[in-house]
Antibody
Framework: QVQLQESGPGLVKPSETLSLTCAVS????????WNWVRQPPGKGLEWIAE???????NYNPSLKSRITMSVDKSKNQFSLKLTSVTAADTAVYYC???????????WGRGTLVTVSS | QSALTQPPSASGSPGQSVTISCTGT?????????VSWYQQHPGKAPKVIIY???KRPSGVPDRFSGSKSGNTASLTVSGLQAEDEADYYC???????????FGTGTKVTVL
């Protein structure tokens, strides 16, 4: 069974960079797309970005200028950086696997990131 | 890319059926057979219950079914049970520049 675990600071100051890592266990990072999805408190889901094991990325157009995703095959993990954060970036951030066909079959438990001074 | 439109809420008594709509455009729902549905209980991660419009992952009860007509996809939950009370989100592929778009979410209440 594939398991995903998000890690990173729970509090980030405005204008700084949010950095998260998702560790994948129980399966290889090869041959799947790996995603970040976020959910502001009490609100809906928003797709952020995805990366293939080869490093190919796709970013949400509304966030594209602030996002960088990377993958570390040796550690079986992938990462997200979101720059110049504001309070609007406060959310639970989930990492998720897409096996193809544009859906998510495995999700992490999510990590709450609060943007506040 | 705008979010797909879902009704904010839906409800039914145990044993009844409830259907949730997910309306998009020809650029997302109507253009691809890549609609998926997720169930989310409070404080938990979403769980896929339907993918590719109408396919159910292993372990998902056949009480859950999906369909699509034009730019609108639908999720039907038959034989409602107490544990079906949750938020439900649709998602669709929307082209190479924006692979995923989610719906606005529907809260299902079992009366």
């Amino acid at each position: 069974q594939v398991q995903l675990q998000e890690s990173g600071p729970g509090l980030v100051k405005p204008s700084e960079t949010l950095s998260l890592t998702c560790a994948v266990s129980g399966g290889s990072i090869i041959n799947n797309w790996w995603n970040w999805v976020r959910q502001p408190p009490g609100k809906g889901l928003e797709w952020i970005a995805e990366i293939y094991h080869s490093g190919i990325t796709n970013y949400n157009p509304s966030l594209k200028s602030r996002i960088t995703m990377s993958v570390d095959k040796s550690k079986n993990q992938f990462s997200l950086k979101l720059t110049s954060v504001t309070a609007a970036d406060t959310a639970v951030y989930y990492c998720a696997r897409s096996p193809g066909s544009w859906f998510y079959d495995f999700w992490g438990r999510g990590t709450l990131v609060t943007v506040s001074s | 890319q705008s979010a797909l439109t879902q009704p904010p809420s839906a409800s039914g008594s145990p044993g009844q059926s409830v259907t949730i709509s997910c309306t998009g455009t020809s650029s997302d729902v109507g253009g691809y057979n890549y609609v998926s549905w997720y169930q989310q209980h409070p404080g938990k991660a979403p769980k896929v219950i339907i993918y590719e419009v109408s396919k159910r992952p292993s372990g998902v009860p056949d009480r859950f079914s999906g369909s699509k007509s034009g730019n609108t996809a639908s999720l039907t939950v038959s034989g409602l049970q107490a544990e079906d009370e949750a938020d439900y989100y649709c998602s669709s592929h929307a082209g190479s520049n924006n692979p995923f778009v989610f719906g606005t979410g529907t809260k299902v209440t079992v009366l």
